[in-house]
């Protein structure tokens, strides 16, 4: 999901929920990741956005602002556990991140933030996509909803009570199980 009007309130209420950090609890840096994402996929992106996990929100967002340059991705906090793989971590950089490379367009009279180049070059770079996103609705399944008209994925309240349950790892998973989720960020 790419947010991209600095005086809308998803960007004024993600800005308010990154100044109440969140102690990372993933076995990787999240920071980490998406350095590692820019410099290999996006060399035309000069400086790696900040990066952090905040208790608000869709699953994942950038805010973007072509006008002041200004980026920053923001996942959601059910994401920072320490069972939540890093290949998640790494399609979720990647997604974000073709949102500033590949912007929204009109495709037959409607906006769309994710446009088929989009798609395609996700395709093109995600080798983990589809395990991620088995990972993710195997896991989550009770606290996420598709949100179709936001293009995006809805955190549901109930998250914290459920945060400490366990997790099943990658090995575990069935993907073809999950072939017919969505798989928009
Ligand atoms: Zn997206």
Redesign the pocket.
């Known amino acids: 999901?790419?947010i991209c009007d600095p005086y809308s309130r998803e960007w004024k209420r993600l800005a308010k929920a990154r100044s109440q950090p969140c102690l990372p609890q993933t076995s990787f840096d999240l920071q980490e990741e998406l350095e590692n994402a820019r410099l290999r996929h996006f060399s035309q992106i000069n400086v790696s956005p900040h990066c952090c996990f905040v208790d608000y929100g869709h699953l994942?967002?950038?805010c973007s602002d072509r006008e002041t340059g200004f980026a920053g991705v923001y996942v959601h906090q059910i994401l920072n556990h320490p069972d939540t793989p890093r290949e998640v971590a790494a399609l979720i950089c990647k997604?974000?991140l073709?949102?500033v490379e590949i912007p929204p367009r009109e495709i037959d009279g409607k906006n769309t933030?994710?446009p088929p180049e989009?798609w395609d070059r996700e395709n093109a770079i995600c080798p983990e996509k589809r395990i991620a996103w088995a990972w993710i609705w195997e896991n989550l399944w009770s606290c996420i909803r598709v949100d179709k008209k936001r293009?995006?994925i809805t955190v549901l309240k109930q998250w914290k009570s459920r945060w400490d349950l366990p997790r099943i790892g990658l090995s575990e998973i069935d993907i073809a199980a999950y072939s017919d989720r969505g798989t928009?960020?």
């Open positions: 999901m790419i994942a967002c950038i997604h974000e073709l949102h933030d994710h989009f293009e995006g928009v960020l």
